[in-house]
């Protein structure tokens, strides 16, 4: 049982850079979520996705681009990564239909450092 | 909209003392409220939920929480904590009809003192 994976663990980069990080789930959960962790904020939703190919803005989407052409995968990409992006990256996973009483299962986070 | 208040960010205890960490919510339709716990350098892990029926659930670890709808409230108790259940807990919101989006709040952190 994988669960939910995200990779990398860690990232180092520069700002205006590119980068993704990615997230697959060995579920087939229909939602897919991706939250930043800062310290005195919790966690943010960025994006989230109800399906294949149907994706949403979470409360921070700003500055990242999501694509879900597969169940199991939901990547987050920074087009041009900024200071202001460097976090912590959860991924994570829930079953269910669009009632809200699902746990969620999160990944162990991607840790990003944007220099 | 909802929102998710934890009233405290840290929390030290002597081992085996009891422990109360405050939530409240604030949400003007029915909710479902989660505690999840997280340990260092690990992602977050449910560690009880209250969806509907007895206001009082509670976890296989010893942790209970009680939802009272009057005070908007689900705080998180256990009678005697232990040096492993240091870690960040975060109360969580969901409500009915709302797409598994969840609000967090930010955090508390339970330091057990040996």
């Known amino acids: 049982d994988a669960g939910i994976t995200q990779s990398p663990r860690y990232k180092i980069t520069e700002t205006g850079r590119q980068v993704t990080l990615m997230c697959h789930q060995t579920?087939?959960?229909?939602?897919m979520f991706w939250y930043r962790q800062d310290l005195g904020h919790g966690l943010r939703l960025i994006y989230y996705s109800a399906a294949a190919d149907i994706t949403d803005k979470g409360e921070v989407p700003d500055g990242y681009v999501v694509s879900r052409s597969k169940t199991e995968n939901f990547p987050l990409t920074l087009e041009s990564a900024t200071r202001s992006q460097t976090s912590v990256y959860f991924c994570a996973s829930t079953r269910g239909q669009d009632e809200g009483n699902q746990p969620q299962h999160f990944g162990d986070g991607t840790r990003l450092s944007i220099l | 909209a909802q929102s998710v208040t934890q009233l405290d960010s840290q929390v030290p205890v002597f081992e085996e003392a009891p422990v109360e960490l405050r939530c409240n919510y604030s949400?003007?339709?029915?909710?479902?409220l989660f505690w999840y716990v997280q340990y260092p350098n690990q992602g977050l892990q449910l560690l009880l939920k209250y969806l509907s029926g007895s206001t009082l659930v509670e976890s296989i670890n010893g942790f209970e929480a009680e939802f009272n709808k009057s005070q908007t409230s689900f705080h998180l108790r256990k009678p005697s904590v232990h040096i492993s259940d240091t870690a960040e807990y975060f109360c969580?919101?969901?409500?009915?009809?709302?797409?598994?989006?969840?609000?967090f709040g930010i955090g508390t952190k339970l330091q057990v003192i040996p």
């Open positions: 949400s003007s339709v029915s909710v479902y």
């Open positions: 969580a919101v969901s409500y009915s009809g709302g797409y598994q989006k969840v609000t």
């Open positions: 579920w087939s959960h229909s939602y």
